[in-house]
């Protein structure tokens, strides 16, 4: 019985060592990607290790979750599939350059998964906030952006974007917020000398206002 119940352990520990190096690679990555020439053949294939890295990443959060299903295994997976939402809607804009090329199957069932999560992550956040936990805070902002921007894509699916460049934004966004939530996971894990709440809210708080001016360059 001992060893039955030792396997789930180490299936757990080493799906955990597997997804902590696949989010160091996608932070490294993504990092990369930014800092070399957009459109580059170093910019793309940075770009590919990253969107990769953070398939990774959601999917042992997954895992791990069907491992040990506690509260804070679910939130953690339901953040990793919010992460995750951003890097690959961003990946998946440069499918769709032409005015004419709508969208998938594939990206109608992310933009589910990311309302699906949102709203997952407003009712924990809520949940927690009744019980007095300050926490919910995090989880209420996470999930309102989580749901909010899944709701605004599956209108924009419908109507489209006539806007010629409008995917060269996306995909410029959308990277990036996917690279703020890798830096999230990075400094809830490292950061411990900042309050909970402030490990896990300064990336947005600092990367928002970044992304904003980033576009804002190259609209000029």
Do not use: C
């Amino acid at each position: 019985m001992s060893d039955v119940q030792a396997l789930p352990s180490a299936v757990g520990e080493v799906t955990l060592g597997l997804h902590v190096l696949a989010g160091v690679l996608a932070l490294f990555a993504g990092a990369g990607a930014f800092l070399t020439s957009k459109g580059g053949t170093r910019h793309r294939r940075l770009g590919r290790t990253y969107v990769y890295a953070m398939a990774f990443v959601v999917t042992s959060a997954l895992a791990l979750f069907a491992l040990d299903p506690t509260p804070t295994r679910q939130f953690l997976a339901l953040v990793a599939v919010f992460s995750f939402y951003f890097v690959f809607s961003g990946y998946r804009v440069l499918s769709r350059k032409r005015p004419t090329d709508g969208p998938e199957s594939v990206d109608w069932a992310a933009v589910g998964l990311l309302t699906a999560a949102g709203a997952g992550l407003v009712l924990m956040g809520g949940a927690r906030l009744l019980d007095g936990s300050s926490f919910g805070t995090v989880m209420l902002v996470f999930g309102a952006i989580g749901t909010g921007f899944g709701l605004s894509d599956a209108r924009a699916y419908r109507v489209g974007d006539p806007e010629p460049r409008a995917w060269f934004f996306q995909h410029l966004s959308r990277m990036s917020a996917g690279y703020i939530a890798t830096v999230t996971a990075f400094s809830t894990v490292n950061f411990l000398f900042l309050p909970p709440i402030a490990r896990w809210l300064w990336p947005t708080l600092v990367g928002s206002p970044a992304i904003y001016l980033l576009a804002r360059r190259y609209e000029a």
